[in-house]
């Protein structure tokens, strides 16, 4: 059982891998004549695979077709079957780089210490276009995320603090949007940050955005490590779920991305999940029960996110 996860957790970062813009995409794009955003092209990519082999093997090599492996690659990224040679395969033509490498082979054979995860959705369609259409095409993309949150005595969300390494994926980036929702309370920016553009953008009923302004303006490639700190309105409803939960939505990808709560040692959770929700509306889809350490707080490290809702939640 855990092997077959892992074979499929190998499978989803295999599939992000070739999806991340950079130079594994662009391997197997050259070859596509007709592109659909945000899918991957098999035939495309068993072209790859059977160009490696043509240069790495022998005669009999040098006659193995695209067609001829494309059911085998749709088997590996769709989870069904990714064996050892397939996984191999796709490592030496993609040249993945060693850690990548390590990670994937991890994966596969059932490693309980990286998680990847990924969902059908992190907001609601709708509200997704608003976003591309409010704040425009994307300027960066976030290496890491740290998320601490801390739960006061009274038993309300009190603050949440955020480092994030960001990397420019367009020259002159000078700023990154940052969303909320009415319980935000303030916003308090610290290194990497200059200030705040003032031009606030409504982009739902309940949902804002404002501009984060860099410490300085980042050309292709550069990266810079972001803080900032919220604390939150929430009346202090112990019977509110909304105000028992913390989710982090991820519409695009993530990498390195950790998750810590702590609790006030004067009210401690009666029981505590760490868990996935069908976007920052929907229901639970998964969780698993988590506990406190000797700081009444937990913690959860995710390898990998794609468009998903995580977090936790709990009961008094």
Same mark, same amino acid.
């Given at each position: 059982m855990a092997q077959a996860a892992g074979r499929r957790a190998a499978s989803d970062y295999l599939r992000q891998l070739l999806l991340k813009p950079g130079s594994y995409r662009q391997a197997w794009e050259k070859h596509?004549?007709?592109a659909r955003h945000g899918s991957i092209n098999q035939l495309a990519?068993?072209?790859?695979?059977?160009?490696h082999v043509a240069r790495s093997g022998g005669a009999q090599a040098s006659a193995v077709l695209p067609r001829q492996l494309k059911d085998t690659v749709s088997r590996a990224l769709s989870g069904r079957l990714l064996s050892?040679?397939?996984? %191999?395969?796709? =490592?030496? !033509?993609f040249e993945f780089t060693d850690d990548e490498a390590d990670r994937l082979w991890?994966?596969?054979n059932g490693s309980a210490t990286i998680s990847v995860m990924s969902g059908s959705? %992190?907001?609601? =369609?709708? !509200?997704?276009q608003d976003l591309r259409q409010v704040l425009g095409p994307r300027r960066h993309q976030t290496l890491t995320l740290h998320d601490h949150l801390t739960v006061g005595a009274d038993g309300r969300m009190a603050r949440s603090r955020t480092l994030q390494v960001i990397e420019a994926t367009v020259a002159g980036t000078d700023r990154i949007p940052f969303l909320y929702d009415t319980n935000l309370l303030t916003l308090e920016i610290g290194q990497g940050c200059a200030g705040l553009s003032g031009d606030l953008k409504q982009i739902g009923a309940d949902l804002f955005a404002v501009d984060i302004l860099l410490a300085r303006t980042l050309g292709l490639g550069e990266t810079i490590t972001m803080e900032y700190s919220s604390t939150f309105r929430y009346p202090g409803d112990p019977d509110d779920p909304h105000?028992?939960?913390?989710?982090?939505?991820?519409?695009?990808?993530?990498e390195n991305f950790d998750m810590r709560i702590e609790f006030h040692p004067d009210r401690r959770p009666a029981q505590l999940w760490w868990a996935t929700w069908d976007g920052v509306d929907g229901d639970v889809l998964t969780q698993e029960s988590?506990?406190?350490?000797s700081q009444h707080s937990a913690q959860r490290f995710m390898r990998s996110l794609q468009r998903t809702c995580v977090g936790f939640h709990w009961t008094w």
């Open positions: 596509v004549i007709r990519v068993a072209e790859v695979l059977a160009r050892r040679q397939m996984l %191999a395969l796709f =490592i030496e !033509a991890r994966l596969w959705r %992190a907001v609601p =369609i709708q !509200a997704e105000e028992r939960q913390y989710r982090r939505a991820v519409m695009s990808r993530l988590a506990s406190l350490d």
